[in-house]
């Protein structure tokens, strides 16, 4: 079993924080224009077990604006920790994103399963069923939608494990910094990979 970092009692600071500065960034910018998003330099690379610069820098960068291009991308995060869920759904919506919260494995798979997901994040060790299990089962109906884990189980083979399930990303709590980066970086993949496909058929 990986290496479990402590219960994540010290991000509910960092969100208050990154509330702060989201009202600071919205009072600068008024209530008529979008805030910009720009992705961090770094996010960890799936298969090759490094962090790899992606460009940009969103040190202390909060989106919480709905894009002008249309609505609020769901995403589905799954844990069996009350105060990560709590913290996570309040992080999404900072972000921009719509949180869609499940406590379970079941509840997870009946949201995955009900389409209109955007994105999923999985806990590795959960105590119903591992996260690498509920990756394998929603493989198993939907290769396209991306996946990553956010999880404290942070050996190199617990990472691994996750990626070879069909994740696209594995970040290890308690990182926060390259949270939001990820999460973006993973959903415009998706999105510029529909378009691809959508131009290819039209073709």
Same mark, same amino acid.
């Given at each position: 079993?990986?290496?479990?970092?402590? *219960?994540?009692?010290?991000?509910?600071?960092?969100?208050?924080?990154?509330?702060?500065?989201?009202?600071?960034?919205?009072?600068?910018?008024?209530?008529?224009?979008?805030?910009?998003?720009?992705?961090?330099?770094?996010?960890?690379?799936?298969?090759?077990?490094?962090?790899?610069?992606?460009?940009?820098?969103?040190?202390?960068?909060?989106?919480?604006?709905?894009? *002008?291009?249309? +609505?609020?991308?769901?995403?589905?995060?799954?844990? %069996?920790?009350?105060?990560?869920?709590?913290?996570?759904?309040?992080?999404?919506?900072?972000?921009?994103?719509?949180?869609?919260? *499940?406590?379970?494995?079941?509840? +997870?798979?009946?949201? @995955?399963?009900?389409?209109?997901?955007?994105?999923?994040?999985? %806990?590795?060790?959960?105590?119903?069923?591992?996260?690498?299990?509920?990756?394998?089962?929603?493989? @198993?109906?939907? @290769?396209?939608?991306?996946?990553?884990?956010?999880?404290? +189980?942070?050996?190199?083979?617990?990472?691994?494990?996750?990626?070879? @399930?069909?994740?696209? +990303?594995?970040?290890?709590?308690?990182?926060?910094?390259?949270?939001?980066?990820?999460?973006?970086?993973?959903?415009? %993949?998706?999105?510029?990979?529909?378009?691809?496909?959508?131009?290819?058929?039209?073709?």
């Amino acid at each position: 079993m990986g290496e479990i970092m402590p *219960a994540p009692t010290h991000f509910l600071k960092k969100v208050g924080l990154l509330r702060i500065e989201l009202e600071r960034d919205l009072s600068l910018v008024g209530g008529d224009h979008p805030a910009v998003s720009h992705h961090d330099k770094t996010s960890w690379i799936e298969g090759q077990g490094r962090y790899q610069d992606i460009g940009g820098n969103c040190e202390g960068e909060m989106t919480a604006m709905t894009s *002008a291009l249309g +609505a609020r991308k769901r995403i589905l995060f799954v844990d %069996d920790d009350e105060e990560t869920r709590e913290m996570m759904n309040a992080l999404l919506g900072i972000y921009g994103y719509e949180p869609v919260i *499940a406590s379970s494995v079941d509840d +997870a798979l009946e949201h @995955a399963m009900g389409g209109g997901i955007d994105l999923c994040i999985l %806990d590795h060790w959960m105590t119903e069923l591992n996260g690498i299990d509920l990756c394998n089962k929603i493989r @198993a109906f939907d @290769a396209r939608t991306p996946i990553m884990f956010y999880s404290g +189980a942070g050996y190199e083979a617990d990472i691994q494990k996750g990626l070879n @399930a069909g994740a696209q +990303a594995y970040l290890v709590k308690p990182d926060i910094e390259h949270l939001k980066p990820t999460i973006d970086r993973l959903i415009d %993949d998706a999105v510029d990979q529909y378009s691809s496909n959508n131009v290819s058929f039209s073709l």
